[in-house]
Nanobody
Framework: QVQLVESGGGLVQAGGSLRLSCAAS????????MGWYRQAPGKQRELVATITSGGKTNYADSVKGRFTISRDNAKNTVYLQMNSLKPEDTAVYYC???????????????WGQGTQVTVSS
C-alpha cells in the first residue's frame, strides 16, 4: 500500500498564493511520476501539473506561468506553488503518484484524499 497525504489548501483572495504539499509513504521502491489534478464542482477531474523523477515538468495551459510543481525525491514529496490565483482555480486538488512497490517491483498508482482550494474574487 502507498498512501498520499496532502496539505496546504485553504481560502485565499484572488491574486494570492498557496503552496500545496503531498507526501507519499508505504512500500515504495520508486516513484516515476508525481502530479496534481483538480476537480471543480460539476466538472471532470483535470490535470494541473506533473513532474518526473528527473524533474521534467508538464503543465495545463490554464496554469502555465502561475503554478510551479517541484519534488523532493528523498522525501517522496511533491509540491505545487500556486501564484496569481484566480476564482476559476477553485477546486479540490488531488495528488497522484505512479511508481513501483518495494519487493515485488509491481506498478502502483495512488491518489491522495484531496485538499480544497477556494479563491474568492
Amino acid at each position: 500500500q502507498v498512501q498520499l497525504v496532502e496539505s496546504g489548501g485553504g481560502l485565499v483572495q484572488a491574486g494570492g498564493s498557496l503552496r500545496l504539499s503531498c507526501a507519499a509513504s508505504g512500500s515504495i521502491f520508486s516513484i516515476n511520476y508525481m502530479g496534481w489534478y483538480r476537480q471543480a464542482p460539476g466538472k471532470q477531474r483535470e490535470l494541473v501539473a506533473t513532474i518526473t523523477s528527473g524533474g521534467k515538468t508538464n503543465y495545463a495551459d490554464s496554469v502555465k506561468g502561475r503554478f510551479t510543481i517541484s519534488r523532493d525525491n528523498a522525501k517522496n514529496t511533491v509540491y505545487l506553488q500556486m501564484n496569481s490565483l484566480k476564482p476559476e482555480d477553485t477546486a479540490v486538488y488531488y495528488c497522484n503518484a505512479d511508481g513501483s512497490y518495494r519487493g515485488s517491483y509491481s506498478p502502483f498508482r495512488s491518489w491522495g484524499q484531496g485538499t480544497q482550494v477556494t479563491v474568492s474574487s
